[in-house]
């Protein structure tokens, strides 16, 4: 299986602040990286698809990057709607793997 | 408005079994490969499989493989899953999803799960 590293595991930030969160997989994976936000209410949805496109209706101060094994999110300027827990996904090879999370909070 | 209810959580003894349902509306569910995750307490996201969109093709996680099938009813736009000799380990909350180009797209509100005795 194909092992994805994320970190920081919790980054406390402010509004306005631009963050990047990383994932890194345990080997190439050809840009086949998805993001997902959870909601503290426990909504799911897709952020971005294949590495660096965007989901129809995310906002677009949501980018991502990279290639390889080496991958980010960032948020440009974060809105209070922002603070939620992130997760990378590579669909490169089956099973499909997760990275172990990031959770945004207000600092 | 696409929505995917699941249901059929609850709290379980090791060893029995369960079966969750996933109810979608608001899309032609037999034109979608669909999805269970589970996320566990510690927040942990594990994909658990997938089945085609006409119920031909399963995947699954090698380490479920053996104990977890996926199955739908596609008349009834529901997606299933079952569960056997279940684990404390496999406790969590259980997502169907469906699938788009590889993307996760829709998410459920998710089913709980407790295994314990």
């Known amino acids: 299986d194909i092992q994805m590293t994320q970190t920081p595991s919790s980054m406390p930030a402010s509004l306005g602040e631009r963050v990047t969160i990383s994932c890194r997989a345990s080997?190439?994976?050809?840009?086949?990286l998805n993001w997902y936000q959870q909601k503290p209410d426990g909504t799911i949805k897709p952020l971005i698809y294949?590495?660096?496109n965007l989901q129809s209706g995310v906002p677009s101060r949501f980018s991502g990057s990279g290639s390889g094994t080496d991958y980010s999110l960032t948020i440009s300027s974060l809105e209070p709607e922002d603070f939620a827990m992130y997760y990378c996904?590579?669909?490169?090879?089956?099973?499909?793997?997760f990275g172990g999370g990031t959770k945004l909070e207000l600092k | 408005e696409v929505q995917l209810v699941e249901s059929g959580g609850g709290l379980v003894k090791p060893g029995a079994s369960l079966k969750l349902s996933c109810v979608a509306s608001?899309?032609?569910?037999?034109?979608?490969?669909m999805s269970w995750v589970r996320q566990t307490p510690g927040k942990t996201m594990e994909w658990i499989g997938d089945?085609?969109?006409?119920?031909?093709?399963?995947n699954y996680a090698p380490s479920l493989k053996n104990r977890f099938t996926i199955s739908r009813d596609n008349a009834k736009s529901t997606l299933y899953l079952q569960m056997s000799n279940v684990r404390s380990e496999d406790t969590a909350t259980y997502y169907c999803?469906?699938?788009?180009?590889?993307?996760?797209?829709?998410w459920g509100q998710g089913a709980s799960v407790t295994v314990s005795s």
């Open positions: 608001g899309f032609t569910f037999s034109d979608y490969w």
């Open positions: 294949y590495t660096s």
């Open positions: 089945i085609k969109y006409d119920g031909s093709y399963t």
């Open positions: 996904q590579q669909y490169d090879s089956s099973p499909w793997t």
């Open positions: 080997q190439g994976i050809s840009n086949y």
């Open positions: 999803t469906n699938n788009n180009l590889y993307v996760m797209d829709a």
